[in-house]
Antibody
Framework: VQLLQSGAEVRKPAASVIVSCKAP????????LHWVRQAPGQGLEWMGK????????TYTEKFQGRVTMTRDTSTRTVYMELRSLTSDDTATYFC?????????????????WGQGSLVIVSS | SSELTQDPAVSVALGQTVRITCQGD??????AGWYQQKPGQAPVLVMY???NRPSGIPARFSGSKSGNTASLTITGAQAADEADYYC???????????FGSGTKVTVL
């Protein structure tokens, strides 16, 4: 399973950026895809998830109003748009697949990851 | 609280055992996922659920959970295990996920 992300981007403060993630057919149709970011030297931060087949998305409160996750079913690609960028948004953005769980237990895990897309916000 | 707390750093002698812990309220209702990340690379899943190792992950990695604390144990640590390790969980609604703060493991 390969999640292929778009390349590095440089943006000025207040601008927007769109990062893409192309998924194999089975992944696109059956799994949730999530976006996780990592600022330089920092830990992993969950941003939100999208159901590629249905299009519904959920975001963490921190990014509500500033992030939008969408998908294009014709190209099996999901997109993460982040607006009103500041230097704090300089990070590597990862697309990752949530593994399937059978039964009632809550077992959240991410079994495949994209290679990451570096976004640099600088004036 | 949705936070997951991990010790910032631990060290282990080559061939010895190290346990990495992850503590948080969300773990009372959720199992944890564990990820290994080496510099400049994407995270790699090493453990999930009760004690499930993905294909290709060595048997020296094991997991457990008790109450609000999940643990990842490396039995017989190797130089290749030197990395940052992160845990994750999610809330019961399925709408909020969280990662731990990360633990840097040094193999001496």
């Amino acid at each position: 399973v390969q999640l292929l992300q778009s390349g590095a981007e440089v943006r000025k403060p207040a601008a927007s950026v769109i990062v893409s993630c192309k998924a194999p057919s089975d992944t696109f149709n059956r799994f949730y895809l999530h976006w996780v970011r990592q600022a330089p030297g920092q830990g992993l931060e969950w941003m939100g998830k999208i159901n590629p087949s249905g299009g519904g998305a959920t975001y963490t409160e921190k990014f509500q109003g500033r992030v939008t996750m969408t998908r294009d079913t014709s190209t099996r690609t999901v997109y993460m748009e982040l607006r009103s960028l500041t230097s704090d948004d300089t990070a590597t953005y990862f697309c990752t697949r949530e593994g399937l769980v059978f039964g009632g237990a809550i077992v959240p895990y991410f079994d495949y990851w994209g290679q990451g897309s570096l976004v640099i916000v600088s004036s | 609280s949705s936070e997951l707390t991990q010790d910032p750093a631990v060290s282990v002698a080559l061939g010895q055992t190290v346990r990495i812990t992850c503590q948080g309220d969300s773990l009372r209702g959720s199992f944890a996922g564990w990820y290994q990340q080496k510099p400049g690379q994407a995270p790699v899943l090493v453990m999930y659920g009760k004690n499930n190792r993905p294909s290709g992950i060595p048997a020296r990695f094991s997991g457990s959970k008790s109450g609000n604390t999940a643990s990842l144990t490396i039995t017989g640590a190797q130089a290749a295990d030197e990395a940052d390790y992160y845990c994750n969980s999610r809330d019961s609604s399925g709408n909020q996920y969280v990662f731990g703060s990360g633990t840097k493991v040094t193999v001496l």
